[in-house]
C-alpha cells in the first residue's frame, strides 16, 4: 500500500484553506446590518441555498463517520444513510416554508410569534446551543482522527492540537464572513465533497466491472468474522432485544431530529421567498440522496479493498475507511485531495454550526431577553455580541472534541440528532398547529426534552460501562440504550401538551389567527433587503 505524504497533505489542506479564506474575506465586505451577518442579505437564490443546505447538512459524519460504518457494520451502517435521507422529507413537508415565513434570523422567532417573548426565546437559544454542542462535539472528533491519520500523529498531544487549528480556523470564518462567508465555504465544499465521493464511486466500481453484486462479494470476503452478514441487519444492532430496541431509537432520532436542527432550519432565512426555501430543500434532497448512494459503494468499497482490520487498526478507526480507501485507489495524492475534501467538511459545518449558535445568543438572549427588543439592528450591537458568543463557543467546542476524540463520528451526530428531536421538533409543530398551545407548553416541551434526552445520554453506554464508552473506566450506565430518542421524544411531545393543558396561561388567538395566515400563505413575511 502507498504512504501517506504529510507534507503533500499540509499543501493541499494550505491551499484550500487559502481560497475559502479569500472567498470569506470578498464576501465580508457588505456585512453591515444583523440581517447581513446573520441571514446573508437573503440574497441567495433557492439552488444556491440547496448545495449549501447539502454543504452544511453533509457533515463528517455523513463522509466518514457513515462510510466507515458500511464498511464495519454493513447494511446497518447503511442505515445511517437512509435515515439521514428520509428526515428531510418531514423537513420539507411540515416545517422549511411554514419556519421561513413565520420568522427573521432563528428558531426562537417562529416558537416565541405567539408566546411571551423572553423565556420562550431563553429556552430556544438554550436547546439552539445544546444541539449545537453535541454536533460540534462530533465534527472536532471527526477532524482529530482525520488529521492524525494524514500527517502520522498517532499520540493524543498531537490531535488535540490539531482540534486546536480546525477550532481557530472555524472562529476566523465566522467571525469575518458571517452567514454570507460561511454560505459560500458550504457551496464550494458542497460542490467538492459530492464530486470526490462521486470519482471515488466510479473508480471503486471500476475496479468491479460497474458490477455491484461483484464489490458486494469482495467485501464479504475480506471480512471473514463478519462473512454474509454484513449484506442483511443485524450485525450491530440485531444481537439482542436491546440492541433491535437501541436501533429504532437512533431511526426516530434521525428521521425526526433534521426538522429541529437549528443550523439547518436558520439556512431557509437566506433566501428571498417562501417559495425559494422550497426550491432550496428540494435541491438538497436530489444532492444528499445522490451523496447518500456514493457512501453505499464507498463502505463495500473499503471493505473489500481496505479490509476491517486495517480501518481498526488506523489512528481514527471507522472514521478512517474513506481516506483509508482514497489512498489503496490512487496513492498519497488522490488521499491528500480527499482528505482536504473531509477537512473542507469539518470546516464548513463547525462554521455553520457556530454562527448559528452564536446568532441565537445575539438575537434571542441579547437582543430580545437582556435588551428587551430595543436594540437597532441596523448598528452594530448585535452583530458584536455575534461575534464574542463565537470565539467563546470555538473554545468549548475545541475542549469537548478533546474529550470526545476517537468516538464514531456518525454516532456522535445521532445523539445531536436526539437532542434536537426531542427539545424542538415537538415546540415548532405544536406552534404552527395546535392553536391552543401556550408558553408554559413551550417552555415544558423544550426544557423538559432537554433535560431528559441530557440526563439519558450520560446516564447510557455512550458515556461509561463499556471498552467503547467516552469514559472508558467509569461506570454509570443506568439507561440501557445508546440513543435516548425513543424515550425522550414522546416524553417531550407529552410535556408539550401536558404544559399547555394545565396551564392558566392562555393563547393570543389574534397572534394564533396572524401566525397560520403567515405560515400558510407568507402574507407579511420577512422579504429581502435591498442592498
Known amino acids: ?25 470578498r464576501a465580508s465586505r457588505n456585512t453591515k446590518t444583523a440581517a447581513d451577518y446573520l441571514a446573508a442579505g437573503r440574497a441567495f437564490t433557492g439552488p444556491q441555498n440547496g448545495i449549501a443546505i447539502a454543504g452544511d447538512y453533509l457533515s463528517a459524519a455523513s463522509f466518514l463517520g457513515i462510510a466507515g460504518a458500511i ?13 439521514f435521507l428520509v428526515a428531510w422529507l418531514v423537513a420539507l413537508l411540515l416545517v422549511a416554508e ?28 438554550t436547546s439552539t446551543m445544546a444541539v449545537s454542542f453535541f454536533y460540534l462535539l462530533a465534527q472536532m472528533a471527526g477532524a482529530g482522527g482525520l488529521v492524525a491519520l494524514l500527517l502520522g500523529i498517532t499520540g493524543t498531544g498531537g490531535q488535540a492540537l490539531v482540534i486546536a487549528v480546525v477550532g481557530a480556523l472555524m472562529i476566523a470564518y465566522v467571525l469575518i464572513g458571517g452567514m454570507k462567508g460561511t454560505t459560500w465555504v458550504q457551496i464550494i465544499k458542497a460542490v467538492l465533497l459530492i464530486v470526490g465521493a462521486g470519482i471515488m464511486t466510479l473508480w471503486v466500481l471500476g475496479k468491479y466491472g460497474f458490477n455491484l453484486s461483484a464489490l458486494l ?25 436491546t440492541s433491535k430496541l437501541d436501533f429504532l431509537s437512533l431511526a426516530l432520532a434521525l428521521v425526526l431530529g433534521t426538522a429541529g436542527l437549528p443550523h439547518i432550519l436558520m439556512r431557509f432565512y437566506t433566501v428571498p421567498t417562501a417559495k425559494e426555501a422550497r426550491r432550496s430543500v428540494v435541491w438538497a434532497i436530489w444532492l444528499i440522496g445522490i451523496f447518500y448512494l456514493f457512501t453505499l459503494v464507498l463502505g463495500y468499497g473499503a471493505g473489500a479493498l481496505v479490509g476491517p482490520d486495517a480501518i481498526n487498526a488506523a489512528p481514527g478507526k471507522a472514521n478512517s475507511a474513506a481516506p483509508l480507501l482514497a489512498l489503496e485507489l490512487g496513492g498519497p495524492i488522490l488521499l491528500g485531495l480527499i482528505a482536504a475534501v473531509a477537512f473542507a467538511t469539518i470546516l464548513a459545518v463547525v462554521a455553520g454550526l457556530t454562527i448559528t449558535a452564536s446568532a441565537s445568543f445575539a438575537h434571542d438572549i441579547y437582543a430580545n431577553v437582556i435588551k428587551k427588543g430595543n436594540g437597532d439592528e441596523s448598528k452594530t450591537d448585535e452583530v458584536k455580541v455575534a461575534r464574542i458568543t463565537a470565539i467563546v463557543i470555538g473554545l468549548v467546542s475545541i475542549g ?66 463499556t471498552p467503547t464508552s467516552m469514559f472508558k473506566n ?11 430518542g425513543i424515550v425522550s421524544i414522546p416524553v417531550a411531545f407529552l410535556l408539550g401538551y401536558v ?6 396561561d392562555k393563547a393570543d388567538p389574534a397572534k394564533q389567527a396572524e401566525m397560520e395566515v403567515r405560515s400558510l400563505t407568507g402574507a407579511g413575511a420577512e422579504k429581502a433587503i435591498a442592498h
Open 71 to 83: 464498511a464495519l457494520n454493513g447494511y446497518d451502517g447503511f442505515l445511517y444513510s437512509i435515515g
Open 217 to 241: 462479494g469482495a467485501a464479504v470476503d475480506n471480512a471473514p468474522k463478519a462473512g454474509e452478514k454484513l449484506l442483511g441487519p443485524g450485525l450491530q444492532y440485531g444481537k439482542t432485544g
Open 499 to 504: 404544559g399547555t393543558i394545565l396551564s392558566k
Open 400 to 465: 469537548g472534541g478533546i474529550i470526545a476524540n476517537g468516538q464514531n463520528v456518525a454516532f456522535l451526530v445521532a445523539l445531536a440528532f436526539a437532542v434536537a428531536a426531542s427539545a424542538n421538533l415537538p415546540t415548532i409543530l405544536y406552534s404552527l398547529f395546535w392553536k391552543r398551545f401556550n408558553t408554559s407548553g413551550a417552555l415544558w416541551s423544550i426544557y423538559g426534552g432537554l433535560i431528559v434526552t441530557i440526563t439519558l445520554i450520560i446516564l447510557s453506554p455512550a458515556v461509561s460501562g
Open 98 to 125: 411554514l419556519l421561513r415565513n413565520t420568522g427573521k434570523y432563528t428558531m426562537g422567532d417562529v416558537l416565541s410569534f405567539r408566546m411571551r417573548q423572553r423565556p420562550v426565546r431563553a429556552a430556544a437559544a
Open 474 to 484: 467509569a461506570d454509570f450506565d443506568l439507561f440501557p440504550l445508546s440513543n435516548p
Open 1 to 25: 500500500m502507498n504512504e501517506s505524504s504529510p507534507i503533500l497533505n499540509i499543501s493541499i489542506f494550505g491551499v484550500f484553506v487559502l481560497i475559502t479564506l479569500f472567498v470569506v474575506i
